[in-house]
Every structure is written in C-alpha cells, then in structure tokens.
C-alpha cells in the first residue's frame, strides 16, 4: 500500500468517527464542570475530540505457565471506543500494567512485576514492585485490546489466591489544548476460579479524595488508593534512603512529617523518586490533630472501608510508622517485641476508660475528651443597637447539660462588635467575664464603647470564649484542657435598613473537609463569620510585629489564607506575629489539592469577578502593592510575583481596578477558566 493510499484510508475513518461523533453529540450533552478545560472548548472541537478517558479491564487469567493476560476496554466519556495508537480517534493512549497478588494468610500485595532500582547516593539497589515493560497488545475490537506481559508468574504460583491487575493510563490531547486526561483501573481475580476472598480494603480513595480532590501520583495518572497498594507494599524500598514506601509506613509517617519523633529530633523524612528528586515531608502538618485516626480511618458510613477496623489492631509497623523512635527489637522506649503476636494483649482495640493504653485510648485528644462539661453560648437579646448608642446584649451561657456557668466561672469571654456587613472595617472587642448574670444563667452586658455615631447599614455582634477545666488523662495525671463554646454570630440592622447579611465566600464545612475541626487562637475563634470580623481588610499584625520586623503583614482573610495554602508555592516570606509574640511562619505548608481548585473552599462562585462594588482596599503593607484593591489583594494571596504585582497596578487606577475587563465571567480569561484542569 502507498503512503498516499494509507493517509487516504486514515483520512477517511477519521472522517467516520468524526461524523459519529458529532451526531452521538448531537443528542447527548456533555458532562463537564467548569474546573475542566474541556467546558470552555469550542464546540466543533469537543465533538470531534470527545475528551476523558474511561477505562475498564474487563477480564484477566495467569495460564498454566505463568503466562499473564489482561483484557482492557478504552472509550470515552460517553462509551465510543478509542484507538491505542490515536489513528481513528483523537489523542493515543499510553498503557502500563501492574500484576500482584495476595499471598495466603498475608494482607498485603505481592507483585510480579519489579525492577532493580539502583541509588546513585549510596550504590545500593532494591527490587521495586514497578509496571510491566516489553509486554505485547493485540487488539481485539474496537476500543479492546489484550495485554500480555513479558513478565511471568514463577513456576509452582498459587492459583488459588487473590490476584489483582492494575493498569493506569494517559490519553494525550494537548494538541487540542486540552491537557492530559488520566484514568486507572483494578481488576480482582482468582485464577484457578472460584470468588475472590481475600482483598486490601483499608481505606477508600473517597476519604482521601475529600482532602486531596482526587488522590494521584506520580504526574498524575495513578489514582486510587486501589492502584497504589499494588506497589506500595514492604517488598518495594527507597535504596537511597533506606526508607520503606510500604503504603502503611510512607502515609502515616507523611502525614505525622513534622510531628515525627525523628523529625523534632532534627532527623528529616524523606523520599528519593524518579530522577533522583527529592521528597521531603519532614515539614508537612496534617491538618487536624494527628491521633484523629478517623479522619482517613472510615468505620462507617458510604466511605466506610470493610478492614478499616485494622487501624484497632496494634502492630510494629503501623504503630511504628508514626512513634518512629521506637526500636522495637532492641527495647528502646518500648519493651522489646520480635513479631506482633503479643501487640494486644496490651494494646487492644477499645478500653473502658479515655487515655487508657488501648489503641482508642491512646489515640483520645484531649480537646475531645467526653470529661469536657462543655461550653454554650446562647443570644437572647440586644437594646441599643443604634448609631452613637452603647448596646446592651443579653446572653447565657451553659455546659451540654443545660446547667447554668457564671461569665466569672469563664477564663475568656468576650463580645466582639464588627461593621458594616458590606465588608468590615471597624470592629472592637470587650471581655464579658464581669457580666452579672441571673439564677437561670441569663447575663447582661454594656458595651463601653459606643457604636459608631456615622454608623449606617448592618452590623455583627459575636461572642467567643472558654473555660478551663482539668481532666485526667493516662495514669490518672491531671491535664489542663481548654473548653470552648462555639462563636454566636447575629447581625443587625443600625437604622432600620433590611439587615444585610456579610457575604458568605467559603464555608466551614468545605473548610473541616481537611481540618475536621477547624478553630484557632486556641479554640477561641470556631466560626467561619466570626474570623472576617478581626481578620478585615484594614487589619495588620501590627499590634504584635516588633518594630525591627516592620513592615507588617495583612491578616486580611482573603488575602491571608490564600497565603497560607499557597505557602510552599510561594516565592516571598509569609510570617505573621501572632499573640505573646509567637512566629507563624506559613512558607512550608502544601495545600492537600489542587491550588487552582478554588471551589474547593469557596462557594456560590464567590472566587469569580466581579467583586461586590462595596468591598475595601486592604492593607497589605508588605507586598509589592500596600494598599490593594479588593481583587488585587485576594489575587496576589497565590500571585506574588513582582511580574504580577505590576500587572495588578497597571490595571488598577483612582477609579479602581479593571480586573473585569480581561477575567469577567464572559471572558477568554474568565477566572474560571484560567484555573481550569
């Protein structure tokens, strides 16, 4: 066949699939959400193209001579086969497979497929689970290819036990500006027959995947804990640092990075992957208190995992993973313990008491403990909520029983006054501990300081405050715990005007997908619309930065927790001078997801333009741009370049800033699409 006969026939099916393509398109509508290039491409292009990746094994066997196949189906989104080599349809797709088993009465993988990795530190080398190379595709239909691999299964394999085929994929369409789209796939079987029993089911990609939006590595076409525990087993080990990437060990000492017993001791935790790159956890904080075991230990509900009760189960190498000063063998902290038999006869699952040697009650965080009486706050009323009148605020507050606390019972509390509501630029706090209060727990306080006299619009009155209270923790020891009661935000109007709300931006509950439990200034501060009050746009650390230190850094909210979750991404310093003159410094914290993922904290769309025309310039004494407009400031929260900040005063003027113009809604530069995947 001629070339110019082949490029005819190529011609010609491309024609085919397209004229498939746009008539399947014509009757179905496409699925794409606005983080993904896809929903801003023509629509001519998404016909033809028909980007995402779907892929399914849909058998595998391992013959009688170790020979191992697996049978996998490659389609787009809405079911039309694609083709590997990306001849008839858009972008080819790159293939790599994986073949492991469950050895019997073991618990974790085994696989067939390795390398030797050889360190060029140290010269030593390991054998690596790692993918299949050299193996053969036959293509069986559209779409179906079967994969062979050049790896065997050894002579004498057990038929019997749980056998597992991984492949992850990538389907290249950056030609199309539509990036690379990415898809993995498992697939259990038992080749002798009969129903799989044996799995590794500890935790579900579902839990990480509320952290880290879709769990991935490696550039991100192996997603899914499923895929990972393949490899990530005791049998693979880092030559170079001698560190174990069993999945049991790596996720729990990547979690503790900077909680590590090796790490405060100066050690550092490390990972050396491809290209000799090196990965270093030794400064990652999880964001909730790490005994939080539940946190990625489902036990119940949709993202339960059927073994997730294994975190119960004491053992070396779990246990080990984050106390990772213990020696076991030679009895250092620990007795000495030569395999796992004896873990729970101590260490079992549950005890009768908080902060008993079981693995719960070791695991109890005191903040948490059930010995807590608790602390509510209740609003009942306001008089003189006027401009230039000092208010009067009713409240109680009560333990979880209902019994009444004294204000002077309270180690802290205060009344915290804020306004407008169209973006908070005043705001004071007074302590209430001195509030006389009723037999049925009812206190009244007076502000001192009187609202406003120019004073128009909404305002918000919050009260935050905690006892302390002593506890008994392990061995019976006292432990000095603080009890905080959630913050009660009202807002109201000053001059009869319909109270007008302040904007809600993000929510707690997008923020405790990571934090669980998000409160700060010591548990004082619980409440998303509490923390805008203080942390506005005329705020500073000012009151705590020591001169030396100037210029001061902006705490306003905005600007500040992009800062913050952008910090190892950042280019300039981030230290904020917090209260007693404590240094928080933000320049290694790595946000779990994507940094572009803005909807993984706002809401209602509220990171698009434009703002709300009410909105105050901030003060961001230490940037590049002081005194920033509302989107400049929110912008250069993960902008910090001097490039960037050039671009936001070219397009910012006495009238304000042009921001709309290029990365309105409508815009070929709409800030959604800009941060699209």
């Given at each position: 066949?001629?070339k110019k006969?082949?490029?005819?026939?190529v011609g010609?099916?491309?024609l085919?699939?397209?004229?498939v393509?746009?008539?399947?398109?014509?009757t179905?509508?496409?699925?794409?959400?606005?983080?993904?290039?896809?929903f801003y491409?023509?629509?001519?292009?998404?016909?033809?193209?028909?980007?995402?990746?779907?892929?399914?094994?849909?058998?595998?066997?391992v013959a009688?001579d170790?020979?191992i196949?697996?049978?996998?189906?490659?389609?787009?989104?809405?079911?039309?086969?694609?083709d590997?080599?990306?001849?008839?349809?858009?972008?080819?797709?790159?293939?790599?497979f994986?073949?492991a088993y469950?050895?019997?009465g073991?618990?974790?993988?085994?696989?067939?497929?390795?390398?030797t990795?050889?360190?060029?530190?140290?010269s030593?080398?390991?054998?690596?689970?790692?993918?299949?190379?050299?193996g053969?595709?036959?293509?069986?239909?559209?779409?179906?290819?079967v994969?062979?691999f050049?790896?065997?299964?050894?002579s004498?394999?057990?038929?019997?036990?749980?056998?597992?085929?991984g492949?992850?994929?990538?389907?290249?369409?950056?030609?199309?500006?539509l990036?690379?789209?990415?898809a993995?796939a498992?697939?259990?079987?038992?080749?002798?027959?009969g129903?799989?029993?044996?799995?590794?089911?500890?935790i579900?990609?579902a839990?990480?995947?509320?952290?880290?939006?879709e769990?991935?590595?490696?550039?991100?076409?192996?997603?899914?804990?499923?895929?990972?525990?393949?490899c990530?087993?005791?049998?693979?080990?880092?030559p170079d640092?001698?560190?174990?990437?069993?999945?049991?060990?790596?996720a729990?000492?990547?979690?503790?990075?900077s909680?590590?017993?090796?790490?405060?001791?100066?050690?550092?935790?490390?990972?050396i992957?491809?290209?000799?790159t090196?990965?270093?956890?030794?400064?990652?904080?999880?964001?909730?208190?790490?005994?939080?075991?539940?946190?990625?230990?489902?036990?119940?509900?949709?993202?339960?995992?059927?073994?997730?009760?294994?975190?119960?189960?004491?053992?070396?190498?779990a246990?080990?993973?984050?106390?990772?000063?213990?020696?076991?063998?030679?009895?250092?902290?620990?007795?000495?313990q030569?395999?796992?038999?004896?873990?729970?006869?101590c260490?079992y699952?549950?005890?009768?008491?908080?902060f008993?040697?079981?693995?719960?009650?070791?695991h109890?965080?005191?903040?948490?403990s059930?010995?807590?009486?608790?602390?509510?706050?209740s609003?009942?009323?306001?008089?003189?909520?006027?401009?230039?009148?000092?208010?009067?605020?009713?409240?109680?507050?009560?333990?979880?029983?209902g019994?009444?606390?004294?204000?002077s019972a309270?180690?802290?509390?205060?009344?915290?006054?804020?306004g407008?509501?169209?973006?908070?630029?005043?705001?004071w706090?007074e302590s209430?501990?001195?509030?006389?209060?009723?037999?049925?727990?009812?206190?009244?306080?007076?502000?001192?300081?009187p609202?406003p006299?120019?004073?128009?619009?909404?305002?918000?009155?919050?009260?935050?405050?905690?006892?302390?209270?002593?506890?008994?923790?392990?061995?019976?020891?006292?432990?000095?715990?603080?009890?905080?009661?959630?913050?009660?935000?009202?807002?109201?109007?000053?001059?009869?005007?319909?109270?007008?709300?302040r904007?809600?931006?993000?929510?707690?509950?997008?923020?405790?997908?990571?934090?669980?439990?998000l409160?700060?200034?010591?548990g004082?501060?619980?409440?998303?619309?509490?923390?805008?009050?203080?942390?506005?746009?005329?705020n500073?650390d000012?009151?705590?930065?020591p001169?030396?230190?100037?210029?001061?850094?902006?705490?306003h909210?905005?600007?500040?927790?992009?800062r913050?979750?952008?910090?190892?991404?950042?280019?300039?310093?981030?230290t904020?001078?917090?209260?007693?003159?404590?240094?928080n410094?933000?320049?290694?914290?790595?946000?779990?997801?994507e940094?572009?993922?803005?909807?993984?904290?706002?809401?209602?769309?509220?990171?698009?333009?434009?703002l709300?025309?009410?909105?105050?310039?901030?003060?961001?004494p230490?940037?590049?741009?002081?005194?920033?407009g509302?989107?400049?400031?929110?912008?250069?929260?993960?902008?910090?370049?001097?490039?960037?900040?050039?671009?936001?005063?070219?397009?910012?003027?006495?009238?304000?800033?042009?921001?709309?113009?290029?990365?309105?809604?409508?815009?070929?530069?709409?800030?959604?699409?800009?941060?699209?995947?």
């Amino acid at each position: 066949m001629t070339k110019k006969s082949l490029r005819f026939r190529v011609g010609l099916a491309l024609l085919a699939v397209l004229a498939v393509t746009i008539s399947i398109a014509a009757t179905q509508n496409h699925t794409f959400s606005a983080r993904d290039k896809a929903f801003y491409a023509d629509a001519r292009t998404i016909s033809f193209v028909r980007p995402g990746l779907d892929l399914k094994i849909v058998s595998a066997e391992v013959a009688a001579d170790g020979t191992i196949r697996a049978t996998v189906r490659i389609a787009d989104p809405k079911g039309v086969p694609l083709d590997r080599d990306g001849i008839v349809s858009p972008g080819a797709v790159a293939m790599s497979f994986i073949a492991a088993y469950i050895p019997q009465g073991q618990t974790q993988y085994v696989s067939y497929t390795t390398r030797t990795q050889v360190s060029n530190i140290t010269s030593k080398s390991a054998i690596q689970a790692a993918a299949d190379t050299g193996g053969t595709f036959t293509k069986t239909a559209d779409g179906e290819y079967v994969y062979t691999f050049r790896t065997k299964a050894p002579s004498g394999f057990d038929a019997n036990a749980t056998h597992t085929i991984g492949v992850y994929s990538s389907r290249l369409l950056k030609e199309f500006d539509l990036g690379t789209n990415f898809a993995s796939a498992t697939y259990n079987f038992v080749p002798g027959g009969g129903k799989v029993e044996a799995v590794r089911d500890v935790i579900k990609s579902a839990t990480c995947n509320k952290c880290h939006g879709e769990i991935n590595a490696h550039g991100g076409a192996r997603r899914g804990v499923e895929m990972c525990v393949l490899c990530h087993t005791p049998q693979t080990v880092d030559p170079d640092t001698g560190n174990t990437v069993d999945l049991a060990v790596m996720a729990h000492k990547i979690h503790a990075g900077s909680k590590l017993p090796s790490v405060q001791d100066g050690g550092k935790y490390q990972i050396i992957g491809f290209n000799n790159t090196v990965v270093d956890y030794s400064k990652v904080g999880f964001p909730p208190d790490i005994r939080n075991c539940e946190v990625c230990h489902v036990q119940k509900g949709p993202d339960a995992a059927s073994q997730a009760n294994r975190v119960n189960a004491a053992n070396r190498t779990a246990c080990g993973s984050c106390h990772d000063n213990i020696d076991f063998a030679k009895g250092d902290i620990h007795i000495p313990q030569v395999d796992d038999a004896n873990c729970t006869t101590c260490h079992y699952p549950e005890g009768v008491r908080e902060f008993d040697i079981s693995v719960k009650g070791a695991h109890t965080i005191p903040e948490r403990s059930t010995q807590l009486p608790g602390t509510v706050f209740s609003f009942v009323d306001v008089k003189d909520f006027v401009a230039g009148k000092n208010p009067t605020v009713t409240f109680t507050v009560k333990d979880n029983k209902g019994n009444p606390v004294k204000p002077s019972a309270l180690t802290a509390l205060s009344l915290v006054l804020g306004g407008p509501t169209t973006d908070y630029t005043n705001y004071w706090s007074e302590s209430a501990l001195a509030a006389p209060s009723t037999a049925d727990g009812r206190a009244t306080y007076t502000f001192t300081r009187p609202l406003p006299a120019d004073a128009k619009g909404s305002y918000t009155l919050s009260m935050e405050g905690y006892r302390t209270i002593t506890i008994r923790s392990f061995g019976n020891l006292p432990v000095t715990v603080r009890d905080p009661g959630k913050n009660f935000v009202k807002t109201f109007s000053i001059d009869n005007s319909p109270v007008a709300q302040r904007r809600q931006v993000v929510s707690l509950a997008k923020c405790n997908n990571c934090h669980i439990n998000l409160s700060l200034h010591g548990g004082n501060r619980n409440q998303i619309e509490a923390c805008v009050i203080c942390h506005n746009p005329a705020n500073t650390d000012a009151a705590r930065r020591p001169a030396a230190q100037a210029p001061n850094e902006s705490v306003h909210f905005g600007t500040m927790v992009h800062r913050i979750h952008a910090g190892n991404k950042q280019i300039r310093d981030f230290t904020i001078f917090g209260f007693g003159g404590s240094v928080n410094n933000f320049n290694s914290v790595g946000f779990p997801n994507e940094l572009n993922n803005c909807a993984a904290c706002h809401v209602n769309g509220s990171e698009q333009l434009p703002l709300a025309a009410t909105l105050s310039d901030v003060q961001d004494p230490r940037s590049f741009v002081p005194l920033a407009g509302p989107a400049t400031a929110v912008c250069s929260g993960c902008h910090v370049s001097k490039d960037a900040a050039t671009h936001f005063i070219r397009n910012s003027s006495s009238l304000g800033e042009s921001c709309t113009v290029c990365h309105g809604p409508a815009t070929d530069q709409a800030v959604s699409k800009v941060h699209a995947k």
